[in-house]
């Protein structure tokens, strides 16, 4: 008889995964989103309407419920310096912020929300 050591106990919990994007859209495990959207690994928020040139503090408050420590910010073309007021409000939570293209957003959630980091991105199609 063999002995069975148990390493670590696996679960397995419903993750939202960003499989495409491309023409003004992304493909959100299943789905396909149109207009700007918040997801994390268990929640993707479509009904979310930021505006384009700054995000509110209105706006902000579905990204604090979702309590990411890393926010990413995927929007073509991505430009840093617009976002400020958001990078000053993130730091105050204690979330970091990285504005990145979409496509690295993308590809970048993904690894975070596989590496099961409290991740959530705001993402612009």
Do not use: Y
Request: proline content about 6%.
């Amino acid at each position: 008889m063999v002995a069975v050591m148990k390493l670590h106990e696996q679960t397995i919990r419903p993750q939202q995964l960003i499989t495409g994007h491309g023409d003004g859209a992304i493909m959100i495990s299943g789905h396909v989103v149109r207009a700007p959207c918040l997801l994390s690994a268990t929640q993707l928020v479509t009904s979310w309407i930021p505006g384009i040139d700054a995000l509110a503090t209105a706006d902000l408050e579905t990204l604090w419920s979702l309590e990411p420590r890393i926010a990413l910010l995927g929007h073509t073309p991505p430009d840093p310096a617009r976002w400020r007021e958001l990078r000053r409000q993130c730091t105050a939570r204690g979330i970091a912020l990285e504005v990145m293209d979409l496509g690295a957003a993308c590809r970048t959630f993904n690894v975070l929300a596989g590496e099961d980091r409290a991740v959530a991105a705001m993402l612009f199609p």
